[in-house]
């Protein structure tokens, strides 16, 4: 039986327009970036397509396996088949790195609590994290990070690139959407 919802194929593999444009300026550390809940792989295919490693961490097999067959999964050019490793995991049970061994952590529209803590645990210094969240519709409330709690975990170890958090209100409890693109700078 399935406990998370089936992710549909996007329409196109656009990564992000904020992803693509906030990693287009920095020089990502010469360790792995992991796209965590990476579904079909538009934004790991993105940093692949630089010729740096990435790792597309995905609960389900049908994503793992289109990123795998390797055509058609990045806008910006071939999917270099030697800087791509599939993971299988289910990352409410299991995080599957190790302290300071990620160059960078991708994290588009999935959130669970304690994620951003672990991701940060993971970076290496002047390590990248882009997380965005789904959008906030009533449906989305529960998969939406409290105000302030992303920005609490990241300061002061982060210097932020790139913030946008919006309130989404729902019976009396606020939540917040968010866009953010940091570097570990301790
Ligand atoms: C809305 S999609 C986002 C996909 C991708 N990040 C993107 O921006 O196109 C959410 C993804 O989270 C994955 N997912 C859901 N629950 C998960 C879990 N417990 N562990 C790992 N991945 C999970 C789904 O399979 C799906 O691919």
Redesign the pocket.
């Known amino acids: 039986m399935r406990l998370?919802?089936k992710?549909k194929k996007?329409l196109t593999q656009e990564p992000?327009k904020w992803f693509a444009d906030c990693i287009d300026k920095i020089i990502i550390p010469p360790y792995p970036v992991a796209?965590i809940?990476?579904?079909?792989g538009?934004?790991g295919a993105y940093v692949t397509c630089k010729n740096h490693p990435v790792l597309f961490?995905?609960?389900?097999e049908d994503?793992l396996n289109f990123i795998s067959q390797g055509s058609d999964v990045a806008m910006n050019g071939k999917l270099p088949s030697e800087y791509v490793k599939l993971m299988r995991?289910?990352?409410?049970e299991n995080w599957p790195f190790q302290r300071s061994c990620l160059g960078g952590i991708i994290c588009?529209?999935?959130y669970?609590p304690g994620i951003i803590l672990k991701a940060i645990d993971s970076l290496v210094q002047k390590g990248f994290l882009y997380f965005e969240t789904?959008p906030g519709h009533k449906g989305n409330f529960y998969g939406l990070p409290k105000q302030k709690e992303v920005l609490s975990q990241l300061y002061p170890l982060f210097d932020i690139l790139y913030y946008e958090e919006k309130e989404v209100k729902y019976y009396g409890e606020t939540r917040t959407t968010l866009k953010v693109f940091a570097v570990k700078s301790h």
């Open positions: 998370y919802p992710h996007p992000s796209d809940a990476c579904g079909y538009r934004n961490v995905d609960i389900d994503c995991i289910d990352l409410t588009v529209h999935f669970t789904i």
